[in-house]
């Protein structure tokens, strides 16, 4: 895990999901205020804003969700976005999974998250990318963060605090290891959403799926998720 100065305030990019709540409480652990930030970017799996606000409630941080519904209509061909294309079933690494991408979706949130940092005087930004995303999502690489970081550096001197970071504390650990320092901060996961089709239940198919039940079965952590394939959600 990257090593890091905790910071006093930190806006966490929260998308409700196990990597950027455990992000939020891994922070909060440390100490850190925290401003968790979610978007509505017109994804079809808009019920994780719901999780992401409880997140919000139990960690006693301010939650806001930016509106960027008219922005999915223009980031069309995603299945995340795009109601005439299918959410793949799948691992990551599947060729299929391309159609899950959302062109530039971590710059747009990054830009608008550092924005809201340097209104708001906090010395941190953080989100959850790790290891499993490099495959397929570019901009979930440690090549993008950094030349990223820099570019908010560059951006806002004067503006931001001394010592201001942009924080991605998993980007190059596994989805298991986010679940075991999960475990150590007390997540809750039953409270977190991960799959992409956004239905009652997850669906236990979908990329995000499958990565979540091989990481609580890798991580040997009891996974509380009703799947709606009946997947046990035991360790394994």
Same mark, same amino acid.
């Given at each position: 895990?990257?090593?890091?100065?905790p910071?006093?305030?930190a806006?966490?990019?929260?998308s409700?999901?196990?990597?950027?709540?455990?992000?939020?409480y891994?922070?909060?652990?440390?100490?850190?205020?925290?401003?968790?930030?979610?978007?509505d970017?017109g994804?079809?799996?808009?019920?994780?804003l719901?999780?992401?606000?409880?997140?919000?409630?139990?960690?006693?941080a301010?939650?806001?969700v930016?509106?960027l519904?008219?922005?999915g209509r223009?980031l069309?061909?995603?299945?995340?976005?795009?109601p005439?294309?299918?959410?793949?079933?799948?691992r990551?690494?599947?060729?299929?999974?391309?159609?899950?991408?959302?062109?530039?979706?971590?710059?747009?949130?990054?830009?608008?998250?550092?924005?809201?940092a340097?209104?708001?005087g906090?010395?941190a930004?953080?989100?959850g990318?790790?290891?499993?995303?490099h495959?397929?999502?570019?901009?979930?690489?440690? @090549?993008? #963060?950094?030349?990223? %970081?820099? +570019?908010a550096? *560059?951006g806002?001197e !004067?503006? &931001?605090?001394?010592? /201001?970071?942009?924080l @991605?504390? #998993?980007?190059?650990? %596994?989805? +298991?290891?986010i *679940?075991?320092?999960? !475990?150590q &901060?007390?997540?809750? /996961?039953?409270?977190?959403?991960?799959c992409?089709?956004?239905g009652?239940?997850?669906?236990?198919?979908?990329?995000?799926?499958?990565?979540?039940?091989?990481?609580?079965?890798?991580?040997?952590v009891?996974?509380?998720?009703?799947?709606?394939?009946?997947?046990?959600?035991?360790?394994?």
């Amino acid at each position: 895990m990257t090593e890091h100065t905790p910071p006093q305030h930190a806006v966490v990019i929260a998308s409700g999901g196990l990597d950027s709540t455990t992000v939020a409480y891994w922070l909060a652990e440390s100490g850190s205020r925290l401003t968790l930030l979610s978007f509505d970017y017109g994804q079809r799996h808009r019920k994780e804003l719901d999780f992401a606000r409880r997140i919000a409630g139990r960690l006693g941080a301010r939650h806001e969700v930016v509106d960027l519904s008219g922005l999915g209509r223009l980031l069309s061909g995603s299945a995340l976005t795009d109601p005439a294309v299918t959410v793949p079933d799948g691992r990551y690494s599947a060729g299929s999974m391309r159609s899950t991408v959302v062109p530039n979706r971590n710059a747009i949130m990054l830009s608008i998250a550092v924005g809201v940092a340097v209104a708001a005087g906090a010395d941190a930004v953080a989100f959850g990318a790790h290891s499993g995303d490099h495959a397929l999502y570019p901009d979930c690489r440690t @090549a993008f #963060f950094d030349a990223f %970081a820099e +570019a908010a550096r *560059v951006g806002n001197e !004067g503006f &931001v605090p001394e010592g /201001f970071q942009l924080l @991605a504390p #998993f980007i190059d650990q %596994a989805k +298991a290891d986010i *679940v075991r320092v999960g !475990g150590q &901060v007390a997540v809750p /996961f039953a409270e977190t959403w991960s799959c992409y089709r956004g239905g009652e239940l997850h669906c236990g198919t979908c990329g995000t799926c499958t990565e979540r039940i091989e990481a609580f079965a890798l991580a040997e952590v009891e996974d509380p998720t009703t799947y709606a394939t009946g997947t046990a959600g035991a360790a394994r």
